[in-house]
């Protein structure tokens, strides 16, 4: 129902900055939830930054004054700004966007992935 195209990840140097972009096939305004995971080798799938259903933003620990959430309602585009990346954020990030349902647990779906590489 809701497809989610991910771009922008690649090679970055340390310190240096990158933008990963999400473009979801539906008006974004019909999502309840959106935003970026990453998954890196041997490690759990964590959330990065989110809008969640409420319009307020969510980041992890780790990234809070480096990453930043942005939206483009007319693109139905999400993008994530990696500010002074770090090599442990090297991972897969993944775009997602969750529908809510009544009295049931929501719909998760998942971009398939781009790779972002911290490295000098």
């Known amino acids: 129902q809701v497809q989610l195209v991910e771009s922008g990840g690649g090679l970055v140097q340390p310190g240096g900055s990158l933008t990963l972009s999400c473009a979801a096939s539906?008006?974004?305004?019909?999502?309840?939830?959106m935003g970026w995971y990453r998954q890196a080798p041997g490690k759990q799938r964590e959330l990065v930054a989110a809008?969640?259903?409420?319009?307020?933003?969510n980041y992890a620990d780790s990234v809070k004054g480096r990453f930043t959430i942005s939206r483009d309602n007319a693109k139905n585009t999400v993008y994530l700004r990696m500010n002074d990346v770090k090599p442990e954020d090297t991972a897969v990030y993944y775009c997602?966007?969750?529908?809510?349902?009544?009295?049931?647990?929501?719909?998760?779906?998942w971009g398939q992935g781009t790779q972002v590489t911290v490295s000098a």
């Open positions: 997602n966007a969750q529908k809510q349902r009544a009295l049931r647990t929501p719909i998760d779906y």
């Open positions: 539906v008006n974004i305004f019909s999502i309840d939830a």
């Open positions: 809008f969640t259903s409420g319009g307020s933003t």
